[in-house]
């Protein structure tokens, strides 16, 4: 998400443990017992609100204002980034499926159709993509009657 200056805004999440301790953390909480009260003492909007507790993307500095009013550490309730591990089960399990489908793919795409007849193709190396074809200089018809 960019905001008008046209930096990356930062958005942080409850953690689903850190949205348990928020919720314990409402229920004592001394100024008021509802989202709609923490809302007024923040001077911040009920739709916040709502998205911190249902664990949705909040704003950074209104995240920390909600934490430091419900007397909650932030490191304790924010859900840390994905790892950079999922990146990579992500990249393995493409080239697994592009593996899976490149059969597939070299029967579709690597035979080509002249004259009804079925013709593979390589779909690399030195003959390529294309096929050899003669091309005749005069067609035999005319060449048989001069």
Known sequence: ???KSGKARQTLKLSIEGGHKAD???LI?????????LAAN???SPTTITNFFTRRAVGKKG????CKELKL???DVI???QPQTEQTNIDVLVQEVRSQIEPVIRSLCGTMRVLDLDQPNE??????????VNILEKLTRLRSER
Do not use: H, Q, V
């Not at 995240?63 to 909600?66: D, M, P, T």
């Not at 779909?123 to 050899?132: F, S, V």
């Open 63 to 66: 995240f920390e204002k909600i």
């Open 79 to 81: 859900e840390s980034e």
């Open 29 to 37: 909480y001394p100024n008021g017992s509802t989202k709609r009260d």
């Open 1 to 3: 998400m960019t905001g």
């Open 42 to 44: 923040l001077k911040m």
């Open 123 to 132: 779909l690399t190396g030195d003959r390529g993509i294309y096929t050899n």
């Open 24 to 26: 314990k953390a409402l």
């Open 73 to 75: 550490l932030l490191k």
